[in-house]
């Protein structure tokens, strides 16, 4: 399974995050709740600043 991870910027507490870019689920700010990912399928829908690439596999 190839995927990366990002860093994701919350765009209302401007928390930083790791999120996979296929995710399975639902990921959450963990401080403030906000959505940052929803699963499609396939890539995840991602709401927020990616900032950096953290790992390419």
């Known amino acids: 399974m190839a995927g990366n ?3 994701v ?4 507490c401007e928390n930083e ?3 996979f870019s296929k995710a399975a689920s639902e990921v959450n700010c963990v ?11 396939g890539k995840a829908e991602i709401d927020g600043d990616v900032t ?3 790992a390419s596999r």
């Open 17 to 19: 995050q790791t999120v």
């Open 52 to 54: 950096e690439t953290v």
């Open 5 to 7: 991870f990002y860093t």
């Open 31 to 41: 401080v403030c709740g906000h959505r940052l990912a929803s699963p499609t399928g």
């Open 9 to 12: 910027q919350c765009p209302d």
